[in-house]
């Protein structure tokens, strides 16, 4: 099988763009194809490469889809490092665990329903009033003696609060108006980024308890 080593020593313009490749995927939890498409296509091209040299130097795990490469790493290898000091996407609150996790239930209701799918070029786009509307919803269903605390305006300040981690890590990106258009908070267009397709919300078929906090990250 083909190996990186020989890739990169051929010093040709191969070498460069698997050499970049390499830098991108430690650089981010997510490299899009988007990002840079030959890069990209690089990786893909070389897909049993690259993954046997992650495998066999890092022990992780190279996962691919049509728009999105990632690397999972299953151990944390220094514990002098403390998981609040880890830079990792991860909420630990309980609603915004739940927030997260309702993003996700309304991003396959809405793939379906618009009939997208990973191999799309376009990536799928919601108004926030929808995907509000679906949680707040969907918050009351899962607390029904509690409804008094998932008002739309409570629940719309839970996904306030998650927003800047969705935006950060890039699962989400505002689709800003023109400057000419005025559009208010329910209005704003966000896009799905192609991260959402490598998580499930199944965990939300298990009894919901507890009012503390959550100490997993996701």
Known sequence: ??????????????????????????????????????VFLTVTRYRQAFAAFFEKMF????????????????????EAITSANRDLFGFTRRDSCIGFLLLLEFFEREAREQGVTTEDRENLRFRFGDWLEYSAARFRQLFPDKEENYTDEKVRQILREIMPSLERYRFLRKIRPSADELVGEAETIYEALPALWHYQANQLVEPVSGDGEKSETM
């Open 59 to 78: 022990g992780w795990t190279l996962v691919v889809d049509a728009k999105c490469i990632r690397l999972y790493k299953p151990k944390w290898y220094n």
């Open 1 to 38: 099988m083909l190996k990186l080593e020989a890739l990169i020593e051929n010093g040709d313009a191969t070498s460069q763009l698997v050499r970049a490749a390499l830098n991108i995927l430690l650089e981010s939890p997510y490299f899009y194809k988007s990002d840079d498409e030959r």
